[in-house]
């Protein structure tokens, strides 16, 4: 049987219809297709996670998010998901929120608990979030930072006290105590030089001498003062925490020494980021690589998006 041009064309644009319409729905994470299981489970934060994100088994893609919404009665965000049929969900699964690279790309890690009977299409699974890298590496850091603010408003107090001791008015006496006692200096020794080559002259060294008992009477409240002060000092120094300031700050810097140690010798998530080059190498190309098909998008938006609608043309009578 010969089909004629327009019916060809019919069937062609017929197709190409499905084939949009079925891609369409399918990047939506619509389940066109009946070989899959499709299950439920509720988050209080799905923190960026998309329609048609992978579902994983054991790193091993096996389905896909469908549908992503806001569940009205509990306040909690209701995600639907499906599996393929041949992955057997049993009792005691769970799926799991996690980080799928240091992007931060929201996968959903699917628990099966070994030996359980499959659950039914349409159950409930539990639901629960992993830690990505940066949230282990905050969990770490947030005692150390605790202690090291605890030793700065140690230090902070200690240093007020200080200040508050050593004001203005305090500072002007010690400085007007100082220049007296500079005069007094100079005086005495004006007077041993004159009792060694001059003791003829008796009578200038008592006026000397009166002169400079004259000027300690007049210090003598300046000096009491000065007294005074540093003894508050003293006082407030004798009580500070000092031992216990330096105690947290010794504690403090063992800490972050054992974290250094940890990260030099590859331990935990921030130690591989750090030491391994081979994977900075490969995140700075994928991002290079990123850079540049998002360029070349912008630039030719028509080599990514082309759709044709083909149309029955009339034929003239």
Excluded: C, W
């Excluded at 923190?47 to 009205?72: P, W």
């Amino acid at each position: 049987m010969k089909f004629s041009k327009e019916a060809r064309i019919g069937l062609l644009v017929a197709a190409a219809l499905l084939i949009f319409f079925a891609g369409f729905y399918f990047l939506k994470g619509a389940n066109i297709f009946s070989g899959e299981n499709e299950y439920y489970a509720y988050f209080d934060d799905v923190q960026g996670l998309q329609t048609s994100s992978a579902v994983q088994v054991k790193g091993l893609s096996v389905g896909r998010v469908v549908q992503i919404s806001l569940n009205e009665e509990n306040g909690k965000v209701k995600v639907l998901l499906a599996v393929n049929k041949k992955i057997a969900v049993t009792q005691g699964s769970a799926v799991k929120l996690a980080s799928a690279d240091l992007l931060g790309t929201k996968v959903l890690k699917l628990e099966i608990a070994d030996g359980g009977k499959q659950i039914e299409d349409g159950a409930t699974l539990p639901a629960k979030i992993e830690g990505g890298i940066i949230d282990n590496l905050s969990g770490e850091i947030a005692p150390l930072i605790k202690d090291i603010r605890h030793v700065v408003a140690s230090l902070d107090t200690v240093l007020l006290g200080v200040n508050n001791l050593l004001n203005e008015e305090t500072r002007k006496h010690l400085s007007n105590s100082v220049a007296s006692l500079d005069v007094t200096l100079k005086n005495f020794s004006t007077l041993s030089q004159k009792l060694s080559n001059e003791s003829n002259q008796l009578a200038s060294v008592i006026r000397n001498a009166n002169s400079i008992t004259t000027n300690l009477a007049n210090s003598n409240q300046q000096i009491t003062n000065i007294m005074k002060n540093a003894d508050d000092i003293s006082n407030q120094l004798a009580h500070a925490p000092i031992e216990q300031t330096v105690k947290d700050l010794q504690a403090t810097i063992a800490q972050l020494n054992g974290i250094m140690a940890k990260i030099n010798n590859n331990e935990g998530s921030l130690g591989m980021l750090v030491n391994d080059k081979a994977l900075h190498d490969n995140l700075a190309e994928s991002l290079k690589t990123l850079n540049a098909l998002m360029a070349d998008m912008k630039a030719h938006p028509s080599r990514y998006i082309n759709v044709t609608i083909f149309g029955r043309k009339n034929k003239n009578n």
